[in-house]
């Protein structure tokens, strides 16, 4: 019998070599992260895959699953950890090797396998690990599966019948990019800087984008798992100003930055200046109901308002259809609408056919911008950006908030708003029009300005974002007016970046 997981083990001791180590906090809403070492330890992850094989079992399908690893230095040690929990619940795995997340994805279509399990901590900083875990291709795991998922492996209660089988799948990244290339080459040349701040999209995006006909400026695109210059995360600034200047130098028509496994575009303009994911969604919808008119488009919570009111939008008959933050939240919406794509502010786009096969890929993201900017040879990215109806609107920013602790702060925060709408307040100046409370709280006053808080997923964070679409002060004073609130709660910490 495998041992029932401990919440916290010391290092260093033979409890924690004989143990598995698995903090509940690790259990996300839609995939799992912890700190190596500090939060789970092999074992611990050897009995996530016993958990998680299970489950797959539970819910009735065929158990066989797609596993990879991003470019970290531990990750490899961490999938193998995983794979044999998975082998022991009688699991067959098909192991692609190193990939970038959308390749998971991919795999599980090109080889017929039903489940999928990415060891990645995505854009977090090197100490992180995670899973990205689904049964249901496009989809992965929303809050029901991850709940009941963390409800087995806590208690271990592991079915494990043996009788797995594992595969290597030999030089699987080829067929992947042959999917994506297997396409008419650009008609327009295209100097793109490509960035991967040394993270596993640089083995691979290169290669994509030269081979659909762009000329392309690598930039840190070498493999090293210290992230020596900056963690590959597109929302980083320090990421961004690295994009900034290397399109300055070299004239780039546009800068496309990838995170650290490969499922979101980060963009810059040729003025170097940084295109928010909300806003490049609405140019790609623009773009995309021009050949599709009257399409449907999920959008999250955080991102702009602009998906309603932008006349062209409006002009070729789009519904926006505004959802709950978080890739698996919005892959199963997009999903289950048919929706043409969806877009998230943080940079997690989903494409349904012809675009893609619903699932979030930043070198299918990628291809769309650089499509976008094929069927318009006369303008430019900065033109494309400048032809939006004008709104000033912040970095999504994040205060420290312990994980214990920042759902009851997000709940104050909701309640806060919900009594000063009852009670007619004002929030920065104005009357409060709308309250919407989906996910988080997002507080709208009559001239359209908005802020959202609501608590990230994946860090011990909380999430603000604010718009206007009045003014750059507008902007700043609900900002104001939004941390002013949680500046109230002493547990909120300080910010990763701000306006």
């Excluded at 083995?203 to 695109?221: H, N, R, S, T, Y």
């Excluded at 798992?225 to 963690?231: D, E, I, R, S, V």
């Excluded at 900017?373 to 109806?389: F, H, I, Q, T, Y």
């Amino acid at each position: 019998m495998f041992p029932k997981p401990k919440l916290s083990l010391s290092p260093n001791t033979y409890a924690y070599e004989s143990e598995p180590l698995v903090k509940p906090t690790g259990f996300r809403e839609y995939d799992a992260r912890w700190l190596l070492g500090k939060e789970i330890n092999l074992m611990g992850v050897q009995a996530l895959g016993m958990g998680l094989g299970t489950l797959i079992r539970e819910m009735g399908v065929k158990p066989e699953i797609v596993t990879g690893h991003d470019f970290r230095g531990y990750s490899a040690s961490v999938k193998t950890s995983l794979i044999s929990g998975l082998l022991a619940s009688g699991c067959t795995v098909h192991d692609i090797g190193l990939a970038m997340t959308p390749m998971a994805y991919f795999a599980q279509f090109e080889l017929d396998v039903p489940c999928v399990a990415m060891v990645t901590a995505s854009h977090n900083d090197n100490g992180w690990t995670g899973v990205k875990m689904g049964a249901n291709r496009p989809l992965t795991f929303g809050p029901d599966e991850m709940t009941r998922l963390k409800e087995i492996v806590l208690a271990a209660a592991f079915k494990t019948p043996g009788g797995g089988a594992y595969h290597f799948v030999e030089n699987f990244p080829a067929r992947y990019i042959a999917d994506l290339t297997r396409r008419p080459k650009l008609k327009r040349k295209l100097k793109v800087v490509c960035a991967c701040g040394n993270g596993t999209a640089g083995a691979f995006a290169p290669q994509v984008l030269e081979a659909i006909g762009c000329d392309v400026v690598k930039l840190d695109c070498e493999l090293d798992h210290t992230f020596p210059k900056y963690n590959p995360n597109p929302e980083d600034l320090e990421m961004l100003h690295a994009m900034r200047d290397e399109v300055l130098r070299t004239k780039a028509d546009v800068g496309l930055g990838f995170d650290g496994d490969g499922d979101r575009c980060g963009v810059v303009d040729d003025h170097g200046e940084e295109i928010f994911a909300d806003k490049v969604g609405v140019m790609l919808a623009r773009d995309m109901s021009a050949l599709h008119p009257n399409s449907t488009f999920v959008v999250d919570v955080k991102s702009t308002g602009l998906y309603v009111t932008d006349p062209v939008l409006q002009k070729n008959g789009v519904k926006a259809d505004y959802w709950k933050t978080g890739h698996s939240y919005m892959k199963r919406r997009t999903h289950e609408l048919q929706a043409l794509a969806g877009f998230e502010k943080s940079g997690h786009y989903f494409f349904n056919k012809p675009f893609g096969r619903g699932y979030d890929d930043g070198l299918v993201s990628a291809l769309a911008i650089c499509d976008m900017m094929d069927r318009n040879p006369g303008k430019s990215m900065s033109e494309e950006k400048n032809a939006l109806p004008k709104t000033w609107g912040s970095p999504t920013m994040s205060p420290h908030c312990d994980d214990e602790k920042k759902y009851d702060i997000v709940d104050a925060v909701v309640k806060h708003f919900e009594v000063a709408k009852r009670k007619g307040e004002k929030v920065a100046g104005q009357p409060i029009r709308d309250v919407v409370t989906v996910n988080g709280v997002r507080v709208t006053v009559e001239d359209g300005t908005w802020g959202l808080v609501r608590a990230s997923s994946n860090k011990p964070e909380l999430v603000v974002v604010v718009e206007s679409p009045a003014s750059e002060a507008r902007m700043r004073e609900m900002f104001k007016a939004v941390d002013g609130v949680l500046r109230t709660h002493p547990e909120v910490g300080a910010y990763n970046q701000t306006i």
